[in-house]
């Protein structure tokens, strides 16, 4: 069975940063059949639940692995390490299970695809990846946003 690795807070897991899930019924048809790997990049980077509200500031995740954005918390404090290290076991978890695809968690600074939320924290938005999604594309898993999310 062909597994895929989806956003642990789609699945109904209470792991965002404001300590709820975002359970995304629409999902189940892209998942039908398949094994799904649910993962969050955040907790697995050794960030609590619930945590501050984090985004990229300087660029998108790709520029966080190219080391040139950071991952800073509404607070100031820079939690990128965090990002990378979540990112890096995503896919490790990926690899494991021989996922060639992810659905992932629009907007968010780990898994947003196409479009993450541009730094000012006032909810505006940019093209762009989290740093998982970059991560994944990187090394070859196509990674789609989620349905309805």
């Known amino acids: 069975m062909e597994a895929?690795?989806?956003?642990?807070?789609?699945r109904g897991v209470p792991c965002?940063?404001?300590?709820?899930?975002?359970?995304s019924p629409e999902l189940q048809d892209t998942v039908s059949g398949r094994r799904v790997v649910s993962f969050c990049p955040e907790v697995a980077g050794g960030l609590p639940t619930p945590r501050r509200p984090a985004e990229l500031v300087g660029g998108d995740g790709h520029d966080v692995l190219d080391g040139t954005a950071r991952v800073v918390e509404d607070t100031g404090r820079d939690v990128t390490e965090e990002f990378v290290a979540g990112a890096h076991r995503?896919?490790?978890?990926?690899?494991?299970?021989?996922?060639?695809?992810?659905?992932?968690?629009?907007r968010s600074p780990s898994c947003g695809r196409g479009t993450?939320?541009?730094?000012?924290?006032?909810g505006e938005l940019v093209a762009g990846d989290g740093v998982t999604a970059a991560l994944l594309e990187r090394n070859g898993i196509t990674v789609h946003p989620a349905p309805g999310a």
């Not at 895929?4 to 789609?10: E, G, K, N, T, Y």
């Open 4 to 10: 895929i690795l989806v956003s642990a807070c789609l």
């Open 16 to 23: 965002r940063f404001d300590g709820r899930h975002k359970l």
């Open 90 to 106: 995503a896919l490790a978890a990926a690899r494991a299970a021989g996922c060639t695809e992810a659905v992932l968690m629009p």
């Open 116 to 122: 993450v939320h541009d730094g000012s924290f006032t």
